[in-house]
């Protein structure tokens, strides 16, 4: 009885509430940790550099102000009659009381002061001084300081306290030479001699007035200029060109309605002292306020003792100058336009000078109702939260001045600098999103070079620029590029991780740093990074951001190398300093090094280093690079694989004189190179293609040669298409009418590529010998002389000479036939074998790498042609008795099957002139005749059928000149890239201390995903309780539709609604809850090929569709069956040496999605397997047969791969094991064509197989007879069977699908659809079962696509 209560506890358990979630919780868990294929950067992002930001922060016009003209008008002793002074009234002129001693010795004394003032700002200047001058006096003054500065800026200082005040005119006063008159001076005058640059001070009441009559008179010069230009006979028009005004600067020290303040306590020059002594005129102020108050003991007098230089930081005077510097900075980078702050505050030292001290005297005069004036004019500042911390820095300071002066107390620094940086690491801790730039950035900048904050400093700008590009250029336009500069010079070795992630921060941004780095020697710290294994990061402060001390050493070495890629790109300069800095040997070392970006990095970096500069290659010729290079040809990173093609890419790709040696080496790595042939990875072969054309640039002529030989072999080799094969049972009837299929954005456009290898017709239209006989044509008459130019020239931009069909057959002859009889010796040398490589990557399944491959193989060939082509007959009287030929003007384009062209007669040519394009609305389909003279053979070209070109991306149009064919169109240069090494910097650009999206527990991504995975576990859940109640029936009919095409495969996603259906070449999907189609596109296969299995990638999660044709290649396809246009994310040829046979399985598949392995096989002798995580083959398995592979089955688990074959036979192979002793069990009980064998998943998991005889075999993998076999109906075409549910359902050409479950028992038997009165189901042409549900989807040769589930009623329990 007990017993009995503890089994209905345990069954109450199992179906409880919370055992369910844990059950779900567990299904998360295994989705979780599913290994995703094909989303890798490289698989989502498109291949090129990032955008380049526009770079405002280098100053293209930087200036100096070389020389200062310092006019004072101060008539000591005389008041002015309009202005009338208060008692006791403002006197201190440059900090002197000019009553104090004689007129004429104080203003001498004034003049020096205001000299000496001056100079702390600008020591270099050139400074002229002018007291109490005549206008005379003023003009060659200003006019001789004009000529000494030529283009530089000369600056105006006017003081003119002791003359009246400006006229409304726009005049200033001077004195007569008796100083008996006040005499004016136009400002219209003063521009004229003062010319541009120049910067202006007005210090004089009503000084806002000269400021707009200097507009004024600008703005008329200006229409005067433009009146001059239309009228020649205008006086102006015969003077030279007069300085455009645009370039001054005004600062003035009040509004045109305003006097100077008169308080007895100020300097009478308080805006000159606050441009020229702002520290002294600062504490003065403060002192005045009623906050002084607080600080008791300071008095003015004691202001004048504190202790230190301006230039000595470490002392209190120096200390507040430094503070004051670093807070006017702030106040004017957060306040002022971008552009405004570069020109002001970055563009001359003493005009960023004068422009922070202008913002201290806004504060100061605006408290005495006076209102400085700029030109160009400035927010208002004066009550900027920054200053406060100003005030309170000033607080700090003088709080201690009584007891250092009197008692010799130590200084304590100020705090400023170690709390604005706290607020810069807040403003970094609390999120960026959508909030405004740090204000504390310009402060970060002034303590970069102080021994005391600049860790810290470099800790946070390190941060800040890891936010991204923006975070960069922010940086950059504050003025930070000078200081990290200067920061290399140090050997401090704490500094050394901070300072090379700061600099790859900065290069990924803006490369042009380079000639900056290599000026000042910088690359030589990098050399040493890179060649110094030790990185201390452990000696660094705790208190610093945790990624500096997770850092690895080949992290830091891989920042140092990307540095110096960056360096040496394109800039011979810097190729020169790093190959003296032993980078190559540097770089040879780090090839081996476990950690792939830097592996990935030290190969572009050495691809860039001997790029076009030939002492680095053959530098790298004596340390053997190439050959150590040769390893990571077969790394397992991709992006690695990329960079070393890309390195032995340019390698041979110098231009330099050729010597045997040379040649040799360049052979070797051609021949290196082309074992990448069928790399998994089309990142990989594009750069393959760009690396293969370098050599092709190199050894033109030769390349001519072969491509002339392929030409010629070709045209007399007539090879069989496999598209003119009838395969039983594998026939399209035409459809009445095609639907349109979907656009498809592939980096290419899919769409036009593939159109255009549809319709092109050229391979009929090779042979020459309908053309009226073919002369002879001999290879040794032609010219081989490479072209002048060493850029690969084309015929037409919109035009190939040798269509995607051509090529194709070429690559089909030159696998079938024995040409080696057929043109001699030459025919092996490695021009012909990279020839063929060429050939094979233009028929590439991915379009970028065909598109690319089409370019160089259409360029040498017209080349060729051109250079083998006879002369052109210059006397066009000369009759030729040649019939004309009837040639088709263009192919029509049918929806279906299409219409042979309709002949139509031409006149042709009777010039030797190669055919010009036709119309490009008519492709045509093959040129006009050209008869030649004497029976000599004409180019192959001239017949060539000028087809439509492949790809609609194509290079601009150099000129519009097609009548002459001998103008060279680049369609491919020596400079061809793919972008790789652009993008790959684009890593360095991207935050890395961010914790990415997918991790981050509350990002969209993370959320969606979680979605997914409670969606499967729910799918999964609720499929095993119907499928364990077991199944009765399954016919119940809950989906038909009419699919575009003949379907040939289908397959169910595992968990949503949708169904992939593929017919010979494109792929429909439908949702078959909602009975909708949702996409139809073309799957880019070549029209002689068929789609033969598909297969969902990733269907736990963002989901892939992969395509397989029967000539081998595999297609990975993304954004399909949603509103996107699918995309296609990689292809590459699965199977390269598919056997052509009359009906062959084609290409066969499977996925092991835990361990991202794909099982390939078919018409081939082997069962290839690819690692999909690394894009390579990692295995080939034998079949040890001499039929065809027909399914295939394997199990993750236990490293099985079960393989039906052809010939009836089922193998068994252990994938652990080599490839001699792989193959662990053959079975040979069925008498025919193996149609499925499917391996069970559990441990103990039994292998089923059944042939087209009907019988289906249960075998025990380590027995080697079946242990039950079954009958079903003969004639199978298709048959699946359900992982979960025991069932199998048979598909057969007699118009019946009978479904059996695991004891043979017939469970449902369907002929007829339902709805269609009866209508019987047609031949049966493909079957699949859904993974989970009881669903079994049906498409027959009739074009429908029907589904069948269990009755509804048992699903709805």
């Keep these: 009885m007990n017993s009995y209560r503890a089994l209905m506890k345990m069954d109450s358990e199992l179906h409880s509430p919370a055992l369910a979630l844990a059950e779900e919780e567990e299904a998360d868990m295994n989705d979780w940790k599913l290994p995703l294929a094909f989303m890798k950067k490289r698989h989502s992002e498109k291949i090129e550099g990032s955008k380049a930001l526009a770079q405002s922060w280098r100053m293209k016009d930087r200036m100096k102000t070389v020389s200062v003209a310092l006019v004072l008008c101060l008539n000591v002793g005389v008041d002015p009659p309009d202005v009338v002074k208060t008692s006791p009234c403002a006197r201190l002129e440059c900090w002197i009381d000019p009553l104090s001693m004689s007129p004429q010795k104080a203003l001498e004394t004034i003049g020096a002061n205001l000299q000496k003032q001056y100079e702390n700002w600008q020591p270099r200047a050139r400074y002229k001084q002018s007291l109490d001058p005549t206008v005379d006096e003023v003009k060659k003054l200003c006019t001789s300081l004009r000529r000494n500065a030529k283009e530089e800026r000369v600056l105006f200082h006017y003081n003119g306290h002791g003359v009246p005040r400006p006229t409304v005119n726009g005049e200033i006063w001077v004195f007569n030479k008796n100083y008996t008159q006040y005499i004016p001076l136009s400002i219209y005058d003063l521009q004229t001699w003062m010319g541009s640059p120049s910067i202006f001070v007005y210090d004089c009441s009503n000084a806002g007035i000269i400021v707009k009559s200097f507009k004024q008179f600008a703005l008329q010069r200006e229409q005067e200029l433009e009146v001059a230009a239309i009228n020649p006979s205008h006086p102006l028009a015969q003077m030279p060109l007069p300085p455009s005004m645009k370039n001054c600067i005004q600062l003035a020290a009040c509004e045109a309605s305003e006097l100077l303040p008169m308080n007895p306590d100020l300097p009478a020059d308080l805006f000159t002292s606050c441009l020229t002594t702002p520290i002294n005129i600062a504490l003065r102020w403060f002192c005045m306020q009623k906050s002084a108050k607080l600080v008791p003991g300071v008095t003015l007098d004691l202001i004048e003792k504190i202790p230190g230089r301006l230039n000595d930081r470490r002392t209190p005077l120096g200390e507040l100058n430094w503070i004051f510097t670093a807070i006017t900075d702030t106040i004017a980078w957060n306040v002022l336009p971008r552009d405004l702050f570069q020109k002001l505050f970055r563009q001359d030292l003493l005009v960023a000078s004068l422009f922070r001290n202008f913002l201290l005297a806004e504060r100061i005069m605006r408290s005495y109702n006076c209102t400085p004036v700029s030109s160009p004019r400035l927010p208002p500042t004066y009550m900027h939260a920054m200053w406060q911390a100003w005030d309170l820095a000033v607080d700090i300071c003088l709080s201690q001045l009584p007891t250092i002066i009197e008692e010799g107390t130590a200084f304590r620094h100020s705090p400023f600098f170690a709390e604005q940086l706290t607020a810069f690491q807040v403003w970094l801790t609390m999120g960026v999103e959508n909030r405004n730039p740090p204000e504390q950035l310009p402060i970060v900048l002034q303590v970069l070079l102080s021994q005391v904050h600049r860790l810290r400093a470099l800790d946070l700008l390190g941060r800040f620029l890891d936010l991204g590009p923006w975070a960069v250029s922010l940086a950059l336009s504050v003025g930070i590029f000078p200081y990290v500069l200067k920061l290399l010079q140090s050997s401090a070795r704490e500094l050394r991780p901070l300072l090379v992630f700061i600099w790859a921060k900065i290069l990924a941004v803006d490369s042009s740093c380079q000639a900056d780095l290599v000026k000042d020697n910088g690359h030589k710290y990098f050399l040493s990074v890179l060649a110094d294994n030790y990185m201390p990061v452990s000696n660094l402060s705790s208190q610093l951001h945790y990624y500096w001390l997770t850092i690895t050493e080949a992290e830091h070495r891989t920042m140092a190398v990307f540095i110096l890629a960056v360096i040496v790109n394109s800039y011979t300069t810097g190729q020169e300093a790093c190959l003296q800095g032993n980078l190559i040997a540097n770089c040879l070392e780090q090839l081996s090094d476990p950690h792939p970006l830097l592996r990935q990095w030290v190969a572009i970096c050495l691809g860039r280093i001997w790029q076009n500069f030939d002492p680095a290659r053959w530098c790298g010729v004596r340390d053997s690079a190439h050959e150590k290079l040769y390893t990571l040809l077969s790394d397992p990173i991709p992006e690695v694989r990329c960079a070393a093609v890309f390195a032995l890419g340019t390698f041979v790709g110098n231009s330099a004189e050729r010597t045997d040696h040379s040649t040799t080496i360049d052979h070797n790595v051609a021949m290196m190179l082309a074992q990448l042939i069928n790399d998994g990875s089309p990142v990989v072969r594009k750069e393959l293609v760009v690396a293969l054309s370098h050599l092709v640039v190199q050894y033109e002529s030769n390349f001519c040669t072969v491509a002339l030989q392929f030409i010629e072999e070709e045209k007399n080799y007539t090879v069989p298409s496999p598209a003119n094969t009838a395969e039983p049972g594998n026939l399209t009837p035409v459809s009445p009418a095609i639907p349109r299929l979907r656009s498809v ?151 279906a099957g299409g219409s042979p062209p309709t002949p139509s007669g031409s006149s042709s040519s009777l010039t030797n002139e190669v055919p010009k394009p036709p119309p490009r609305e008519q492709p045509a389909s093959r040129p006009p005749y050209t008869p030649t003279l004497g029976g000599q053979a004409q180019p192959h070209s001239h017949q060539f059928p000028r087809t439509r070109k492949m790809f609609d991306k194509g290079p601009e149009q150099g000129t519009e000149d097609g009548d002459d064919p001998g103008g060279h169109r680049n369609y491919i240069c020596p400079a061809l890239q793919t972008g790789l090494c652009d993008w790959s910097a684009k890593y360095f650009a991207q935050p890395v201390m961010k914790i990415p999206e997918e991790h981050d527990l509350e990002s969209q991504v993370r959320m969606e995903r979680q979605w997914r995975f409670l969606r499967n576990t729910r799918v999964r859940r609720q499929s095993r309780n119907i499928t364990q109640r077991g199944i009765a029936r399954l016919d119940d009919q809950i989906f038909i539709n009419r699919n575009p095409g003949v379907p040939s495969v289908v397959k169910f996603h595992p968990f949503n609604t949708c169904i992939a259906v593929a017919d010979k070449d494109s792929i429909c999907f439908w949702d078959w809850e909602k009975g909708e189609r949702l996409d139809y596109f073309y799957n880019g296969n070549p029209r002689y090929t068929r789609i033969t299995a598909m297969e969902y990638l990733n269907g736990h999660d963002c989901s892939l569709l992969l395509t397989a044709t029967d000539d081998g290649a595999l297609r990975i396809w993304k954004n399909f069956a949603d509103q996107k246009n699918p995309e296609m994310v990689t292809a590459w040829q699965g199977l390269s040496d598919m056997l052509p046979t009359t009906r062959g399985a084609g290409m066969v598949v499977d996925w092991e999605q835990d361990t991202g392995l794909l099982m390939t096989s078919g018409d081939v002798r082997v069962i290839r397997i690819w690692d999909t995580d690394r894009e390579m083959k990692v295995q080939d398995i034998p079949t040890g047969a001499d039929s065809c592979v027909t399914s295939l089955s394997c199990d993750s688990q236990r490293s099985l791969v079960v393989a039906g074959l052809g010939d009836g036979s089922v193998r068994v192979f252990d994938r652990r094991m080599g490839p001699n002793e792989c193959r662990v069990m053959t079975y040979r009980e069925h008498g025919a064509w193996v149609v499925k064998a499917h391996l069970q998943k559990e441990t103990d998991g039994h292998i089923i197989s059944v042939s087209v005889n009907g019988d289906v075999r249960f075998f025990e993998p380590r027995s080697p007879d079946s242990v039950n076999v079954l009958q079903t109906v003969k004639g199978l075409t298709a048959l699946d069977i359900h992982p979960q549910a025991n069932l199998f359902a048979c598909g057969s050409m007699n118009q019946f699908i009978a479904v059996y479950n695991s004891n043979g028992d017939v469970i449902s038997n369907i002929k007829y659809y339902d709805g269609f009165m009866g209508q019987r189901i047609g031949a049966i042409s493909c079957l699949a079962f859904h993974p989970y549900w009881p669903h079994l989807a049906v498409g027959s040769n009739d074009y429908y696509m029907s589904i069948y589930s269990a009755e509804k009623r048992l699903e709805r329990r």
């Design 745 to 895: 954005n592939s980096y290419t456009n899919i769409r036009a590529a593939t159109t255009a290898r549809n319709l092109n017709k050229s391979l009929q239209n090779l042979n020459l010998n309908e053309e009226g006989g073919q002369g002879a044509f001999s290879p040794g008459n032609i010219s081989t002389s490479s072209s002048a130019s060493s850029t690969l020239g084309s015929p037409d931009n919109d035009e190939y000479i040798l269509s995607f069909e051509t090529i194709d057959k070429m690559r089909r002859v030159s696998s079938y036939s024995s040409l080696n009889s057929l043109i001699g010796v030459s025919f092996n040398s490695v021009y012909t074998q990279i020839w063929r490589v060429l050939l094979h990557l233009a028929a590439d399944p991915f379009p970028e790498v065909s598109d690319l491959a089409m370019r160089v193989l259409n360029s040498i060939a017209y080349k060729a042609t051109m250079n083998a082509r006879p002369q052109r007959i210059l006397d066009s009287s000369i009759s030729l008795s040649a019939p004309a030929s009837p040639t088709s003007k263009g192919t029509h384009i049918h929806p």
